[in-house]
């Protein structure tokens, strides 16, 4: 979905290295999400937000944290990547106001943690 | 505990035949279900999703999928494949609550091949 951006759109980095991965939308929807895709496990949730100030931990969230700047942006950093962090990332977003919400997903992020 | 299985890793289907993409869930209450497609290097795009009413849901691209309670099934269909259908496929469920209990559980893909 071109309404869901992120930035960058591939990376290599080392271990122990910081990193942060952003998303930003022009959907305007107040939800957003952070996931992780491996292969043969389906994507699993690492951080949701439901507005500005509301952050929660998805199913995954060590090694994580997260940064709601805006409505429209949702920062996900490693604060020291390891290399099983070796993954692709999605962003979505959703709109609460339509219910049950579709999530709409940006085109990902490879990471890759040597 | 909510899940979802997606028993088959891979879907082999030659083109112009109809091609099913098995889903099961497993949940307490009563679900909203949903598909999405991945194709390669591209993120997740909503197919179709479950809410109440008719079980026969219609989606984007021609794809169809069948809600069966008593089996606890959510299949997608799509009566005739094309090659372009090739792609992987992700069931997910969410119940109808708020707050984490409203997120999205996702199976563990299907990965379509449709062969000329």
């Known amino acids: 979905d071109a309404d869901v951006t992120q930035t960058p759109r591939n990376r290599i980095t080392k271990t122990g290295k910081r990193i942060m991965l952003e998303c930003s939308q022009t959907?305007?929807?107040?939800?957003m999400y952070w996931y992780r895709q491996d292969p043969g496990l389906g994507l699993r949730l690492i951080y949701y937000s439901f507005d500005v100030k509301d952050i929660n931990k998805g199913e995954i969230s060590d090694g994580y944290s997260v940064s709601r700047q805006a409505q429209a942006k949702f920062s996900l950093s490693l604060e020291s990547a390891i290399p099983n962090q070796t993954a692709l990332y999605f962003c979505?977003?959703?709109?609460?106001?339509?219910?049950?919400?579709?999530?709409?997903f940006g085109p990902g992020t490879r990471l890759t943690v040597l | 505990a909510q899940s979802v299985a997606q028993p088959e890793d891979q879907v082999n289907v030659a083109e112009g035949n109809p091609l099913t993409v098995k889903c099961t869930y497993s949940v307490s209450g009563n679900p909203y279900l949903f598909w999405y497609v991945q194709y390669p290097n591209r993120g997740l795009q909503f197919l179709l999703k479950y809410i109440t009413g008719d079980n026969l849901v219609k989606g984007s691209y021609g794809f169809e999928a069948e809600f069966n309670k008593s089996q606890t099934s959510f299949h997608l269909k799509k009566p005739s494949a094309l090659v372009s259908d090739s792609a992987l496929y992700f069931c997910?469920?969410?119940?109808?609550?708020?707050?984490?209990?409203?997120?999205?559980?996702f199976g563990k893909g299907t990965k379509l091949s449709v062969k000329p």
């Open positions: 979505a977003t959703s709109d609460m106001t339509s219910w049950p919400d579709t999530q709409y």
């Open positions: 959907k305007g929807h107040d939800r």
């Open positions: 997910a469920v969410r119940m109808n609550y708020g707050g984490s209990q409203g997120n999205l559980i």
